[in-house]
Structure formats: C-alpha cells, structure tokens
C-alpha cells in the first residue's frame, strides 16, 4: 500500500546550526549520531547517565559536545539541557532482555520513568521539538510471518519489550495531546567500529567477539538456525538523520529498520570463522531455560516504509562491516584455520 503522507521535498530542517540534544550520547550509536551531527554543521548536546568505557567519552573526539551527565528522569538536567533544542534523538535506555527480567524494576526505570520524564520536560522547555525515539524490533515479539513490517501486532515477549512498547505509545500520546513531533524507529541489531563488547548482555554479537578475544569458541543457543537481520551503525545512523531532517512530514510514524537480507547465526558464525582465517570457533548448546522463554525464533524486518517516503536503505554489505567490525576490535585473521566445534542440541 502506497504512503498516505503527503508530497513534499526532502528535506524540511537544517541540521546545519540547529542546536540538537541525543540522550544516551555515550553509547555505541549515540557517539556515532554525535559525531555525524557534528559533521552536518549541528550543536550537539548529549545527555547520558554514564560517561562510557568504550564508548564516547566527553570531548573523545568532539571538542564541541556540550555535555550533561545524569538520570535523564532528573527534571534540573532536562532543564539545562532541552531549551533551545530542534531535535531530540532519545536513544536513552536499557537494553538487555535477560536483565529486564531479572531486574524489572531498573528496567522500568530506565525504559519507562525516564523515558516519561523527558517527554515532559520537552512539552515544558522544548514544546516545538522533534522527538526521535530509538525503539527496538522486540515490541513485535515471536511473530507468525516473516518478513514483518509495521502493521503486524506487538507482542513482546520479555519485560524490556513490554517497557519500550510503552515508551513508544507514550512518545505517540505526546504527539496527539500535547503538539509534540514524535518519530519512532524500531532498531535490529546493530553492529560495528565502537560496540562495546566488554560488557555482557549488550548483544548478542558482542558477545561472541568478546569470547573470541580471549581465542575461546563463543556459543550459539538452539538450533543455530534462527534467522536474523543486522544493520550496520552507520546505517542506523543515516536513518535517524534523515528523520530528523524530514521534521514533520513523520509526526507520529513507526518506522522499522532492516538488514540488506537475513542470516542464519550459523551462517553468520561461519562468515566469522571465514573472515579471521578460521579463528572464530564455535559450538551450539541447549537454550536456558530461562532465555527459551523470551527466544523470539526467526526475525527480520520489513524497511519498506522508511524506505518509500525517506528514501533510507542499508548500504553496508555485511561481509564489508563484519570486517570493518573485527579491525576496529583488534582481531584478525592471522590465527592458523581452526575446525568448527559443534554440539547437537
């Protein structure tokens, strides 16, 4: 089906000057988002409750970040931070849906309280803001067909999904009742030059690189078969620029994101395995029971939406961005072949 918006140019804002705020600046995309605003011309604000370990640090690279450190549900923060703002890029927030369930409360916080938190400090300091929320592909849950795009039924699975669906609604109430111009785009895993793969529970792609830097094999969970889509953060990163700059041709539109096709993780393991000369090594394993609960199965997600009425693609072949991944993280390819491990599940 056709979109239903209206013709108009392309571009609708200027990112060149406007003074723009992206909450979560310290993170794996959010430093990105920085430094590409910052490339356009933009005065750029980031707002985050931590400094980084390997992700930005203030002034890492950005010498004119005005930066806030805080709970984003601190209503002083939002007041020093929010005024004068043409654009709020929220990518704030918890991710880790293992953790959301066996930390609900923080998760609630985070996902939930906070992300109220801002809203009401846009309609109070930044009431003509366009507000870009980061969402994810986990709102849909297991889903009954495939590809999926923006019109099948959510249905997390799991407490963070549950916490950002309601994020999402919050973000489209505000729109509705309140003037504001709300966007949200729901993510799929997202990879490349400044993951933190240090830290458990971030992805599960971060996951295997963190192990196979220790020349250990990393683990795949269940068949091995599952279907995903991945997106390169430069990628991930156009689209919220090209959002923004739309303004408010998108007022209150859901978009998904997606990867150029889908892999299977063992498909994936072994374009690994390919491209460090064999060392990536591997082995399946039962799911936890724990984590079988909230497993989605097989997902990828329709961009034809955002690609029709935003003209947003991903460019990144995957090969080209895995490589680009191993080099920014210090693994190579100089190990000798090593054979698969495997275990039948």
């Not at 992700?55 to 890492?60: N, S």
């Not at 090969?319 to 993280?329: P, V």
Request: with cysteine.
């Amino acid at each position: 089906m056709p979109p239903s918006l209206p013709e108009a140019p392309f571009t609708t804002l200027s990112l060149s000057g406007a003074r723009v705020l992206v909450t979560g600046s310290s993170g794996f995309i959010g430093s990105s988002l920085c430094r590409r605003l910052q490339a356009r011309g933009a005065s750029v604000v980031g707002l985050d409750l931590e400094t980084g370990g390997q992700d930005l640090a203030p002034g890492d690279g950005l010498p004119e970040l005005e930066f806030h450190q805080g709970d984003m549900s601190d209503p002083a923060l939002l007041q020093k931070a929010l005024p004068g703002c043409a654009v709020v890029f929220n990518l704030a927030g918890r991710c880790g849906h293992l953790h959301s369930m066996e930390e609900p409360l923080a998760d609630l916080h985070s996902n939930g309280v906070a992300q109220l938190a801002l809203l009401e400090g846009c309609r109070r300091w930044a009431k003509s803001a366009h507000v870009i929320f980061a969402s994810t592909r986990q709102v849909y849950g297991s889903v009954p067909c495939l590809p999926v795009n923006e019109t099948q039924p959510i249905n997390p699975v799991d407490v963070n999904g549950i916490h950002k669906m309601a994020a999402e609604l919050l973000h489209l109430l505000y729109s509705r009742q309140y003037g504001l111009c709300a966007t949200v785009l729901r993510l799929t895993n997202t990879y490349g030059p400044g993951m933190n793969i240090q830290r458990p529970g971030r992805s599960f792609l971060g996951e295997w690189l963190r192990v196979l830097l220790r020349s250990e094999p990393f683990v795949l969970l269940g068949s091995g078969r599952q279907l995903r889509d991945l997106n390169f953060v430069d990628d991930v990163v156009d689209a919220f620029v090209r959002t923004a700059e739309a303004g408010r041709r998108v007022d209150s539109e859901v978009f998904n994101l997606g990867g150029v096709a889908p892999i299977s993780l063992c498909e994936l393991a072994n374009e690994l395995s390919r491209l460090t000369g064999g060392r990536a090594r591997w082995r399946l394993e039962p799911f936890p029971t724990q984590l079988r609960s909230i497993d989605i199965g097989d997902y990828w997600g329709d961009y034809t939406k955002i690609k029709n009425i935003l003209g947003w693609e991903p460019k990144t072949d995957l090969r080209q961005g895995l490589s680009r991944l191993l080099e920014a993280s210090g693994i190579n390819g100089s190990a000798p072949p090593a054979p698969l491990v495997s275990a039948s599940v």
